[in-house]
């Protein structure tokens, strides 16, 4: 697709980017190819460097030739070696230390080494791309060493999920960070905020005027929100079994999801007044009627026995590398939230995601209410779908529009049929090449804000705590890997008269 003069990305100013946790998982299969791909379409500067920094005791060359063996597994066909090597001059390591207060002045020192040869003019990037139980600790060692001291440049400092455990935690990170950084100075990641498509639902709903007056509970019946896995939890378990599915994927993507999807159009296309409106949707979610202990109404988890995905016979859960065979950590969970504000009163938002399932699909269906008086209904068999609006965030990524029409040459027949745009593929850059470009860029519009992490915990820590103080290991596995999900959650909507999407 041709971009036009004026809306193409431009590449940042000079800057350093200082990766810790540069030898682990993240960092190697996204942050570091995310580089070389920004380098490969030309959006990085002449003046920059890498400083990456962890544990592990590497010599400069040996992480270069990691980093290198990580790029190119990750784009195979864009992979040219003048460029790599375009990259690799600007990569640096330094080991750090327990001592991570002492670990951070020599990185400074190291920092401002490099800053004089690149010219980078003081702007630096932090990304922690280290392990949750390294955040706190890492945050108090910047702060507290002279790295966090501000030069003539910016700086900015990106937090990976999981951005804390619960409410409380959260709290802390929030607050810890405060003591060091002012809030335009912290980029709480997302990564799916920079999906195309994603960043797409706020140009769909407010640069077209057909739809906003539908978009309400006069109209609109139930939206659902789906984020459908085939892959497991590969080599994670250690996180995995400490998070589960409602804090790896609720608590960040589908809240994030829900918000753009429910949010009042804000005056201008800002970062700050976007924020501001995602954040009124988070506080207009009414909380879980927990005390009522009618949980299964609001909420159902799941765990994925072994099964068949994509033609493959896979493990269930439990005989992971690293999971306990007891485990009661849900896979899978089913949310029906409702937002209780003027818009939505009455219209549930059903939230689902899932590891080991029939398919991988993301996307937002909006169900619209059946037409107020069917007339055609004495005349035909069968029930008349209602209208339906789904953004597919991925794959096949575009977006559909499901109607009625007369089947042509029938008597009195209808036929339903799809109205589809699908994006050109492929069409974007990576989620963490434009993540690292606006960071760069001091643009937060795709970051979450401290308020809506502390905001989507308050929401879910009792909800979480409710479910994993109430499973028994007995309950679990309640879906074959490869299926569409624990049948309790097909329950959950037929309670309500409704049908989960297809996968
Ligand atoms: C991550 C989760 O945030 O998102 C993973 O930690 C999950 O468990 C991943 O697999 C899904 O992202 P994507 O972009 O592959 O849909």
């Keep these: 697709m041709e971009i036009p003069k004026g809306c193409e990305l431009a590449a940042p100013n000079p800057f350093s980017l200082l990766i810790f946790g540069a030898t682990g998982d993240l960092a190697q299969k996204k942050l570091l190819p995310a580089l070389y791909q920004l380098g490969f379409h030309s959006l990085l500067p002449e003046q920059f460097f890498i400083l990456g920094a962890a544990r592990r005791k590497l010599s400069v060359e040996r992480f270069r030739e990691e980093t290198r063996a990580a790029v190119q597994s990750a784009f195979p066909a864009e992979f040219e070696e003048q460029k790599w090597r375009m990259l690799a001059e600007k990569i640096h390591y330094s080991p750090i230390e327990d001592n991570l207060v002492s670990s951070c002045n020599s990185l400074l020192a190291d920092c401002a080494t490099l800053e004089k040869k690149f010219g980078t003019r003081q702007n630096r990037l932090f990304y922690l791309a280290v392990p949750p139980a390294a955040f706190e600790p890492l945050i108090s060692g910047i702060g507290e060493s002279g790295l966090k001291r ?182 899978y969970a089913a949310l029906k939230v409702m937002v209780d504000n003027w818009r939505w009163n009455g219209v549930p938002f059903y939230l689902r995601s899932g590891k080991r399932l029939a398919r991988r699909r993301a996307g937002i269906s909006v169900h619209f209410r059946p037409a107020p008086h069917l007339m055609f209904a004495g005349a035909l068999e069968g029930n008349i779908l209602p209208n339906t609006l789904t953004l597919r965030i991925q794959p096949h990524e575009g977006i559909d529009l499901f109607f009625q029409t007369k089947l042509p040459g029938s008597r009195l027949c209808l036929n339903p049929v799809i109205m589809d745009f699908s994006y050109p593929e492929p069409f974007a850059l990576d989620d ?72």
Excluded: C
């Design 432 to 503: 963490y090449a434009r993540i690292l470009l606006d960071a760069m860029q001091a643009d937060q519009m795709l970051f979450v804000r401290a308020d809506a992490v502390e905001k989507s915990w308050e929401l879910l820590t009792p909800l979480i705590d409710k479910i994993e103080s109430g499973v028994r290991p007995e309950d679990f596995p309640n879906y074959a890997a490869g299926s569409e999900g624990p049948a309790a959650a097909d329950a959950l909507l037929a309670k309500d008269g409704r049908k989960w999407d297809p996968l």
């Design 150 to 331: 501000e030069g003539s440049g910016y700086t900015h400092i990106v937090i990976e999920k999981p951005h804390g455990h619960d409410f409380e935690s959260a709290r802390r990170l929030t607050g810890l960070l405060g003591r060091y950084f002012r809030q335009d100075q912290i980029y709480f990641m997302d990564h799916y905020l920079a999906k195309e498509t994603v960043q797409n639902i706020l140009m769909f709903r407010f640069a077209n005027s057909i739809f906003e007056p539908l978009w309400n509970n006069r109209f609109i019946d139930h939206i659902q929100i789906t984020v459908a896995e085939t892959v497991g939890i590969e080599k994670r378990s250690q996180y995995y079994e400490r998070a589960g599915v409602l804090r790896d994927m609720f608590q960040n993507h589908l809240l994030q999801l829900l918000t753009l999807i429910a949010m009042e159009p804000p005056s201008v296309f800002e970062a700050e007044k976007v924020r501001d409106e995602k954040a009124k949707v988070l506080a207009s979610v009414k909380p879980f009627p927990l005390a009522q202990g009618i949980i299964n109404d609001w909420a159902v988890v799941g765990q994925y026995g072994p099964g068949t995905v994509d033609g493959r016979q896979v493990a269930g859960y439990r005989d992971e590398p690293g999971v306990s065979p007891a485990s009661t950590v849900a896979t």
